[in-house]
């Protein structure tokens, strides 16, 4: 991941520091970590997300449909350089 820009080496001192174990899974290892403090420490803009119904009744109407591959979704947004360090 480093290699393909989307983790950089950080060489100096941050807010947050993760706890991380590895795991060996179906013979490959695996690097986790427990971001649960993290996560309640973040503020986050509050987004309506509507029910599957609500948007089943719009559906006749619609002409142009989209599909996304979000396979490594989470790399595609570029963090800013503070957010970077967390």
Not at 17 to 31: A, D, F, N, Q
Not at 41 to 59: F, M, W
Request: proline residues 3%; positive net charge; charged residues 35%.
């Amino acid at each position: 991941m480093e290699s393909l820009g989307v983790i950089a080496k950080q060489d100096e001192p941050t807010n947050w520091v993760h706890s991380m174990v590895v795991l060996r899974k179906r013979g490959k290892l695996r690097v986790c970590i427990d971001p649960k403090d993290f996560n309640r420490a973040i503020k986050r803009e509050h987004y309506h997300l509507e029910a599957i119904d609500e948007i089943v009744e719009r559906l006749p109407k619609a002409c142009i449909f989209s599909r996304f591959d979000a396979t490594h979704g989470f790399w595609q947004i570029r963090l800013d350089e503070d957010s970077s360090k967390l």
